[in-house]
């Protein structure tokens, strides 16, 4: 099993993989985690959203996995797995504050939203649901099928831009007062496009109010930021653990808050008598059962740096380019800087410059002139933009590197007006 971080030894010198550590800069525990990724060297990897680098100990946990199943097929499968993977279970429950049998492993996020959009079932025809301009695309194309399929309405708000706390509550009080036919809102906890995080709790409660359920997509808060389910008041969430938690890809989990089972209809393809567990609304078929073992393996690996303290380091890689960029003409930072507000993940574009091909042009300049590895997103009501999406292998170095970098590109931009 994986060792935690307290109990690593940093190298000496650090690994050429993560050549650009320079210990000048960065706190020797965090030069020890950085040491643990074995990261490429060809370019500055600032787009970490798509999913997370398993660390080596987790790596190595996963391959034994693989090769015992492989090993042992069927003869594992049909005698001794089933038991290790409610073990599993109940130690992803105790990481996320809730119960083992209200969670239920699926592939990723987008797989336990589906399940729970597709099969909320308090809603009708007449009635209503509402997303935002930052939720993920697939689950906005989800959110209509389902609906339609109720002859339920969907309504789509855009969210305030620049962000405040006080802004985005007020959009979502705005909204739910707009309609008394709102039954269900789906909330994306940090948004894959710009990295704003939403007051869940807050908003969560005030849809309670008004008898409104909420849908919650934790696929980028998991891990980012720190949190336990309870904290966030919804009874339905989807998640991943391959994102922030580096558990292998292939990896997610739904929650569905146990008197709340019957509100989401079983899987058409699950025939268990067992209508009232959590399991019956997820069927996946065969799944990668390596990546399943090696979860504890990731618990383990997060649980030696800490929630703590990895989201405030995640906080602190956005902070340090941020910080220096915010007030400089001819660039818009598009997540605000409250605490409450953001994580690690932050996204910009150059002033005016909303399109895509403009986004895609920049992150590809970025790429071609600094050798840093960036992603432009789409889908703001605002336009389109570029996103910088730090991870725990990352060092002041590289994120001085693109501050320097995007210090060169606004000039430019500049002087050719």
Same mark, same amino acid.
């Given at each position: 099993?994986?060792?935690?971080?307290?109990?690593?030894?940093?190298?000496?010198?650090?690994?050429?993989?993560?050549?650009?550590?320079?210990?000048?800069?960065?706190?020797?525990?965090?030069?020890?985690?950085?040491?643990?990724?074995?990261?490429?060297?060809?370019?500055?990897?600032?787009?970490?959203?798509?999913?997370?680098?398993?660390?080596?100990?987790?790596?190595?946990?996963?391959?034994?996995?693989?090769?015992?199943?492989?090993? *042992?097929?069927?003869?594992?499968?049909?005698?001794?797995?089933?038991?290790?993977?409610?073990?599993?279970?109940?130690?992803?429950?105790?990481?996320?504050?809730?119960?083992?049998?209200?969670?239920?492993?699926?592939?990723?996020?987008?797989?336990?939203?589906?399940?729970?959009?597709?099969?909320?079932?308090?809603?009708?025809?007449?009635?209503?649901?509402?997303?935002?301009?930052?939720?993920?695309?697939?689950?906005?194309?989800?959110?209509?099928?389902?609906?339609?399929?109720?002859?339920?309405?969907?309504?789509?708000?855009?969210?305030?831009?620049?962000?405040?706390?006080?802004?985005?509550?007020?959009?979502?009080?705005?909204?739910?007062?707009?309609?008394?036919?709102?039954?269900?809102?789906?909330?994306?906890?940090?948004?894959?496009?710009?990295?704003?995080?939403?007051?869940?709790?807050?908003?969560?409660?005030?849809?309670?109010?008004?008898?409104?359920?909420?849908?919650?997509?934790?696929?980028?808060?998991?891990?980012?930021?720190?949190?336990?389910?309870?904290?966030?008041?919804?009874?339905?969430?989807?998640?991943?653990?391959?994102?922030?938690?580096?558990?292998?890809?292939?990896?997610?989990?739904?929650?569905?808050?146990?008197?709340?089972?019957?509100?989401?209809?079983?899987?058409?393809? *699950?025939?268990?008598?067992?209508?009232?567990?959590? *399991?019956?609304?997820?069927?996946?078929?065969?799944?990668?059962?390596?990546?399943?073992?090696?979860?504890?393996?990731?618990?383990?690996?997060?649980?030696?740096?800490?929630?703590?303290?990895?989201?405030?380091?995640?906080?602190?890689?956005?902070?340090?380019?941020?910080?220096?960029?915010?007030?400089?003409?001819?660039?818009?930072?598009?997540?605000?800087? *409250?605490?409450?507000?953001?994580?690690?993940?932050?996204?910009?574009?150059?002033?005016?410059?909303?399109?895509?091909?403009?986004?895609?042009?920049?992150?590809?300049?970025?790429?071609?002139?600094?050798?840093?590895?960036?992603?432009?997103?789409?889908?703001?009501?605002?336009?389109?933009?570029?996103?910088?999406?730090?991870?725990?292998?990352?060092?002041?170095?590289?994120?001085?590197?693109?501050?320097?970098?995007?210090?060169?590109?606004?000039?430019?931009?500049?002087?050719?007006?």
């Amino acid at each position: 099993m994986a060792a935690g971080v307290g109990s690593l030894v940093v190298p000496s010198p650090v690994s050429t993989a993560n050549a650009r550590i320079d210990q000048r800069l960065d706190d020797p525990f965090w030069v020890k985690v950085a040491a643990q990724y074995d990261v490429t060297g060809e370019v500055i990897q600032l787009e970490n959203g798509n999913w997370g680098m398993m660390a080596r100990p987790v790596l190595d946990a996963y391959r034994a996995s693989i090769e015992r199943v492989n090993r *042992d097929t069927s003869y594992y499968a049909r005698r001794g797995m089933g038991r290790d993977l409610l073990a599993v279970r109940a130690e992803l429950a105790t990481f996320l504050g809730v119960d083992a049998d209200e969670i239920a492993f699926t592939r990723n996020a987008t797989e336990a939203l589906k399940a729970l959009i597709g099969g909320y079932n308090r809603i009708g025809a007449g009635e209503s649901a509402l997303y935002a301009d930052l939720d993920y695309g697939s689950m906005q194309a989800s959110m209509h099928a389902a609906m339609a399929r109720r002859g339920a309405r969907v309504i789509r708000i855009a969210l305030p831009e620049p962000a405040t706390h006080a802004n985005i509550l007020a959009a979502y009080e705005r909204a739910f007062d707009a309609d008394r036919s709102l039954r269900l809102v789906l909330l994306t906890h940090i948004s894959h496009r710009t990295g704003l995080m939403l007051p869940v709790a807050e908003i969560t409660a005030m849809a309670r109010q008004r008898g409104i359920d909420v849908i919650v997509d934790a696929a980028h808060s998991l891990g980012q930021t720190e949190f336990t389910l309870p904290e966030l008041g919804a009874d339905f969430i989807g998640l991943n653990l391959h994102k922030w938690i580096g558990a292998p890809l292939g990896v997610g989990a739904v929650y569905i808050r146990r008197s709340c089972v019957d509100a989401i209809d079983p899987d058409i393809a *699950d025939d268990r008598p067992q209508s009232g567990l959590i *399991d019956s609304r997820v069927h996946t078929g065969t799944v990668d059962f390596a990546a399943l073992l090696t979860v504890p393996d990731a618990l383990r690996f997060q649980n030696g740096i800490g929630s703590s303290r990895r989201a405030a380091r995640l906080r602190a890689l956005r902070d340090r380019w941020v910080a220096r960029l915010r007030n400089e003409p001819g660039i818009e930072i598009l997540t605000p800087d *409250d605490p409450r507000m953001h994580a690690g993940i932050t996204s910009f574009r150059l002033s005016g410059q909303t399109s895509v091909e403009a986004n895609k042009a920049l992150a590809a300049d970025l790429l071609d002139r600094f050798s840093i590895f960036t992603v432009h997103r789409t889908g703001l009501a605002s336009g389109a933009c570029v996103r910088v999406t730090p991870a725990l292998f990352n060092s002041m170095a590289d994120i001085d590197v693109l501050t320097q970098a995007l210090t060169e590109i606004v000039s430019q931009a500049r002087n050719r007006r």
